[in-house]
């Protein structure tokens, strides 16, 4: 995979999520949540919008979820469900695909901490801001804090190309 494209972020996420966590996920029909994802033990309904983003060795390592998709979120998961925002980020870099779930109270409780979490995830202007590098350099020190807090899988891509 060397882009991620929407189709095949919410595919990934998918399958992280049924695959991987035993979590049971069906396509949501409102257009701003992508699943309704029920946990293992069947207690928790999540609402889970994918976001995606292709990152270029020339861009900076970081995404802003802005309030306004946030508010988007949470008023289509009403109190069923727990707004959540699962990102899958494709680092040309590194040539790794980083997936990162967690629920929208936990990431505000994050950017609200901001002695504890400052260093990668905070509140901007327009939004809450997840970092995973210096300027243009990924960190895996950044990248072991994320995992700290959210849920999170990295995936390497293979330089072999076996089709040809």
Same mark, same amino acid.
């Given at each position: 995979?060397?882009?991620?494209?929407?189709?095949?972020?919410?595919?990934?996420?998918?399958?992280?999520?049924?695959?991987?966590?035993?979590?049971?996920?069906?396509?949501?029909?409102?257009?701003?949540?992508?699943?309704?994802?029920?946990?293992?033990?069947?207690?928790?309904?999540?609402?889970?919008?994918?976001?995606?983003?292709?990152?270029?060795?020339?861009? #900076? &390592?970081?995404?802003?979820?802005?309030?306004?998709?946030?508010?988007? !979120? *949470?008023?289509?998961? /009403?109190?069923?469900?727990?707004?959540?925002?699962?990102?899958?980020?494709?680092?040309?870099?590194?040539?790794?695909?980083?997936?990162?779930?967690?629920?929208?109270?936990?990431?505000?409780?994050?950017?609200?901490?901001?002695?504890? #979490? &400052?260093?990668?995830?905070?509140?901007?202007?327009?939004?809450?801001? !997840? *970092?995973?590098?210096? /300027?243009?350099?990924?960190?895996?020190?950044?990248?072991?804090?994320?995992?700290?807090?959210?849920?999170?899988?990295?995936?390497?891509?293979?330089?072999?190309?076996?089709?040809?």
């Amino acid at each position: 995979m060397k882009i991620l494209e929407e189709v095949s972020s919410k595919a990934l996420i998918q399958y992280i999520l049924t695959s991987k966590k035993g979590y049971k996920t069906i396509s949501s029909e409102n257009k701003k949540i992508d699943f309704v994802t029920t946990s293992d033990d069947g207690t928790k309904q999540y609402g889970i919008a994918v976001r995606y983003r292709n990152i270029p060795r020339s861009e #900076t &390592r970081s995404r802003v979820f802005e309030d306004k998709d946030v508010r988007e !979120i *949470k008023d289509a998961c /009403g109190t069923d469900l727990i707004p959540t925002i699962a990102f899958a980020v494709f680092d040309e870099e590194t040539e790794k695909t980083y997936a990162i779930i967690g629920t929208i109270e936990q990431m505000e409780k994050l950017a609200d901490e901001e002695e504890n #979490t &400052r260093e990668f995830f905070y509140n901007v202007i327009h939004g809450m801001q !997840i *970092k995973f590098g210096v /300027g243009r350099e990924t960190q895996k020190d950044l990248l072991k804090k994320l995992e700290n807090h959210f849920d999170y899988t990295e995936i390497r891509t293979n330089k072999i190309d076996f089709l040809n």
